[in-house]
């Protein structure tokens, strides 16, 4: 068993690096990738104690992507690094993602205040550190109780229709897939599911846009995927010649409902052939 989509608490996590190989270690995993959101704090603090132990640490971020059309829409692309480390270019590239997300954060906090919210981005970034988020900002907000959880948060001020919501500069597909192939990188559409999309011959064409746009692979395995979602997306990976990933989304506390490895309710076992097909 594998897991492929996991997150620390160098982006939007509540296990430490360290904790979450320890956990790893603990259920059997045969392979785990930390995909934090923007960062490779997680991964490079993980890369050490993971050598030592034995667990195969696969090198992983998620970018949040605006389409080429509808820059309106965002999507969230995995990227892996399965033949080497991400190059300094790279690693600058998303430098500037984080530089462009605390922008978005002075706003937020700035729009928050002048709803009566008392709140600074520094407490926030005690939590956040570095890729601090939306979920930070919740976690603060319920410790003051102006929200009940992180779902009345995002509800009441700042999910995308909330009076606080602040839109956040993201690069379009095609740019961020071109600079994680120039990195050597593999570029996949994380979690198909929450494109939205009911009407299934829709949902196949946004697919094949984003696979022209340079994605060269779907997460087909997820948390939130019934048997149905899996066989669809798999189909899909085929008829397009995609490359096959999955995992829990795993992030803790955070969503205490997702096990790391086995999922929601248990509804995944990801095989280790799914990473070796990656590798080849």
């Known amino acids: 068993m594998i897991d492929l989509h996991t997150h620390t608490n160098e982006s939007d996590g509540s296990c430490t690096p360290l904790e979450l190989v320890d956990r790893a270690l603990a259920i059997g995993l045969q392979a785990l990738a930390i995909s934090d959101h923007d960062t490779f704090l997680g991964y490079d603090q993980a890369l050490e104690p993971a050598r030592a132990y034995g667990l195969d640490l696969v090198c992983g971020i998620e970018l949040s992507v605006r389409m080429n059309r509808d820059k309106r829409r965002t999507v969230h692309v995995l990227a892996y690094f399965l033949r080497s480390a991400p190059t300094a270019e790279f690693r600058g590239w998303v430098g500037e993602l984080l530089a462009s997300r605390r922008e978005r954060n002075l706003k937020l906090v700035a729009k928050l205040q002048s709803m009566g919210v008392a709140i600074e981005l520094s407490e926030v970034e005690r939590f956040g550190r570095t890729l601090t988020g939306r979920p930070h900002f919740a976690r603060v907000l319920i410790q003051k109780g102006y929200a009940a959880d992180y779902d009345d948060a995002f509800r009441r001020y700042f999910g995308e229709t909330g009076p606080a919501f602040v839109e956040r500069h993201g690069p379009e597909i095609s740019e961020a897939a071109a600079q994680v192939a120039a990195a050597g990188g593999l570029a996949v559409l994380a979690h198909p599911i929450r494109l939205g999309i009911r009407d299934a011959s829709a949902e196949?064409?946004?697919?094949?846009?984003?696979?022209?746009?340079?994605?060269?692979?779907?997460?087909?395995?997820?948390?939130?995927?019934?048997?149905?979602?899996?066989?669809?997306?798999?189909?899909?990976?085929?008829?397009?010649?995609?490359?096959?990933?999955?995992?829990?989304?795993?992030?803790?506390?955070?969503?205490?409902?997702?096990?790391?490895?086995?999922?929601?309710?248990?509804?995944?076992?990801?095989?280790?052939?799914?990473?070796?097909?990656?590798?080849?």
Do not use: C, M, W
């Open 204 to 280: 196949e064409a946004l697919i094949r846009d984003l696979r022209d746009a340079g994605l060269g692979g779907i997460e087909v395995y997820h948390s939130d995927h019934s048997p149905d979602d899996v066989r669809r997306y798999a189909e899909i990976a085929k008829k397009y010649g995609l490359a096959v990933t999955g995992g829990s989304d795993f992030h803790g506390d955070a969503k205490p409902d997702i096990a790391l490895g086995t999922g929601r309710n248990g509804n995944l076992d990801i095989p280790k052939s799914v990473l070796d097909v990656l590798r080849q």
